[in-house]
């Protein structure tokens, strides 16, 4: 038996669904521990693109069992959606997939609230997807959110989402100057898909519980990266949830002494979205040449996504936060092209020099990056799979990013397809 955890070490997009996706293979269950659908995992299956946003990427293999733990936040509509789209492709889940009953429901006067805050000039903009993602946990923490549990009630769910729509009314009016739709269309629509969420929702604290003691491998699946964790990261620019490790534990409900090993994804240069600072972003050719190579543009909104070079600091950081043991390097191949690789080591500050994040937000957005170079390899490494094959300059750019983090990588992804990937080593 092991428990695993995956954790994005950067800002979200390194690519996790794949691995998570290569992982589950040895994994008896995998589960999803916090977010909401502003994340897309993007995997390959069977020459097809799927981008997931609530289902757990392990949903791809036979026999799996795939949770949806209360730590995520669930639009009903947008997860129906996406099983629409998995039965399309053949995919049979319906004994396969569990939804806490502790989750709290994304309503549309969340979505409301969250596009109303973000276009409104008055306001810190935080770059969000405007998927309600942020008030919806913050009803939760306010303690007036609406759970997966309130549905098997009518009565009690009329009730209780009045309430808090009225409330809700007054406010986004005063604030925002915006209407919400009428209360009834909002009941009407959660109850006719009421019958359908309730076949998959189940108390998956005492499931997994269960599938642990019976000896199975757990793998839990993050989702954004540690830098948008709401806690430690770029804050305020970050997400509403503990997207590093920790959330494993209270968005599953599995203690940390259960918790057997972390493995850190991480990209081979950097990317963010939205706002915040963001140290090593290349705003030249170089830059444009990373998103255009990588593809950075985001699964969920086609947003271009920020690019830069790899930052160092930021991975350790990461491996500090997370108790990562074990990497994987992701999109490799995106650097083929280059003459020159840089990384980050340190962030400058008039005569200081950080070797860690430093908190505020000011300091950081105006520290420049001091970075050591690499040769480039200037060869075509996509669909590799093996570590002897690669260019030399591309073994030892990996060899010396393992050296710089003192943690050694477990695989190396040079493509997105399954195949296209280098092991190094076993996750259980």
């Given at each position: 038996?092991?428990?695993?955890?995956?954790?994005?070490?950067?800002?979200?997009?390194?690519?996790?669904?794949?691995?998570?996706?290569?992982?589950?293979?040895?994994?008896?269950?995998?589960?999803?521990?916090?977010?909401?659908?502003?994340?897309?995992?993007?995997?390959?299956?069977?020459?097809?693109?799927?981008?997931?946003?609530?289902?757990?990427?392990?949903?791809?293999?036979?026999?799996?069992?795939?949770?949806?733990?209360?730590?995520?936040?669930?639009?009903?509509?947008?997860?129906?959606?996406?099983?629409?789209?998995?039965?399309?492709?053949?995919?049979?889940?319906?004994?396969?997939?569990?939804?806490?009953?502790?989750?709290?429901?994304?309503?549309?006067?969340?979505?409301?609230?969250?596009?109303?805050?973000?276009?409104?000039?008055?306001?810190?903009?935080?770059?969000?997807?405007?998927?309600?993602?942020?008030?919806?946990?913050?009803?939760?923490?306010?303690r007036v959110g609406i759970r997966m549990c309130?549905?098997?009630?009518?009565?009690?769910?009329?009730?209780?989402?009045?309430?808090?729509?009225?409330?809700?009314?007054?406010?986004?009016?005063?604030?925002?100057?915006?209407?919400?739709?009428?209360?009834?269309?909002?009941?009407?629509?959660?109850?006719?898909?009421?019958?359908?969420?309730?076949?998959?929702?189940?108390?998956?604290?005492?499931?997994?519980?269960?599938?642990?003691?019976?000896?199975?491998?757990?793998?839990?699946?993050?989702?954004q990266g540690t830098m948008l964790d709401v806690?430690?990261?770029?804050?305020?620019?970050?997400?509403?949830?503990?997207?590093?490790?920790?959330?494993?534990?209270?968005?599953?409900?599995?203690?940390?002494?259960?918790?057997?090993?972390?493995?850190?994804?991480?990209?081979?240069?950097?990317?963010?979205?939205?706002?915040?600072?963001?140290?090593?972003?290349?705003?030249?050719?170089?830059?444009?040449?990373?998103?255009?190579?990588?593809?950075?543009?985001?699964?969920?909104?086609?947003?271009?996504?920020?690019?830069?070079?790899?930052?160092?600091?930021?991975?350790?950081?990461?491996?500090?936060?997370?108790?990562?043991?074990?990497?994987?390097?992701?999109?490799?191949?995106?650097?083929?092209?280059?003459?020159?690789?840089?990384?980050?080591t340190g962030y400058r500050d008039g005569d200081?020099?950080?070797?860690?994040?430093?908190?505020?937000?000011?300091?950081?957005?105006?520290?420049?990056?001091?970075?050591?170079?690499?040769?480039?390899?200037?060869?075509?490494?996509?669909?590799?799979?093996?570590?002897?094959?690669?260019?030399?300059?591309?073994?030892?750019?990996?060899?010396?990013?393992?050296?710089?983090?003192?943690?050694?990588?477990?695989?190396?992804?040079?493509?997105?397809?399954?195949?296209?990937?280098?092991?190094?080593?076993?996750?259980?």
């Amino acid at each position: 038996m092991s428990v695993a955890v995956v954790a994005g070490m950067q800002w979200g997009d390194e690519g996790k669904g794949k691995i998570v996706d290569l992982l589950a293979e040895k994994a008896d269950v995998v589960a999803r521990y916090q977010g909401g659908h502003n994340a897309g995992h993007t995997i390959f299956y069977r020459g097809k693109q799927f981008v997931l946003h609530l289902i757990p990427s392990g949903i791809f293999h036979e026999n799996k069992l795939c949770v949806i733990g209360n730590g995520v936040v669930i639009d009903p509509q947008a997860l129906i959606q996406e099983m629409d789209l998995l039965r399309e492709a053949g995919l049979d889940f319906e004994d396969r997939l569990v939804i806490s009953d502790r989750a709290n429901i994304i309503l549309p006067y969340h979505c409301t609230s969250d596009k109303s805050r973000e276009s409104g000039g008055k306001f810190q903009k935080i770059g969000t997807t405007g998927r309600g993602i942020g008030p919806s946990y913050a009803d939760k923490i306010a303690r007036v959110g609406i759970r997966m549990c309130d549905l098997k009630n009518e009565t009690w769910l009329k009730e209780i989402l009045r309430a808090t729509y009225d409330e809700k009314k007054v406010i986004i009016r005063s604030l925002y100057n915006h209407d919400l739709p009428p209360f009834d269309a909002v009941f009407t629509e959660l109850m006719e898909v009421r019958d359908t969420l309730l076949r998959f929702v189940g108390d998956t604290h005492v499931l997994l519980q269960e599938q642990i003691r019976s000896g199975k491998n757990i793998l839990c699946e993050g989702a954004q990266g540690t830098m948008l964790d709401v806690d430690h990261g770029t804050y305020p620019f970050v997400t509403s949830s503990n997207a590093s490790a920790g959330g494993a534990c209270t968005g599953l409900g599995i203690p940390p002494t259960q918790i057997d090993r972390v493995v850190g994804v991480i990209k081979a240069y950097t990317t963010r979205v939205g706002e915040g600072p963001f140290p090593t972003e290349l705003k030249d050719g170089c830059g444009e040449m990373l998103r255009e190579q990588g593809h950075e543009f985001g699964a969920t909104t086609g947003r271009p996504r920020r690019c830069g070079w790899f930052d160092a600091v930021v991975a350790r950081y990461a491996i500090r936060l997370n108790g990562i043991d074990a990497m994987v390097l992701t999109k490799i191949d995106v650097l083929d092209k280059f003459d020159t690789i840089r990384v980050c080591t340190g962030y400058r500050d008039g005569d200081r020099v950080y070797q860690d994040v430093p908190a505020d937000p000011h300091i950081l957005e105006r520290c420049q990056p001091v970075y050591i170079e690499f040769k480039g390899w200037k060869e075509n490494t996509i669909g590799i799979d093996s570590i002897d094959k690669l260019p030399a300059n591309a073994g030892k750019y990996i060899e010396e990013l393992s050296r710089l983090l003192e943690v050694p990588f477990l695989m190396v992804s040079t493509g997105p397809e399954r195949e296209q990937t280098i092991r190094l080593g076993s996750l259980f």
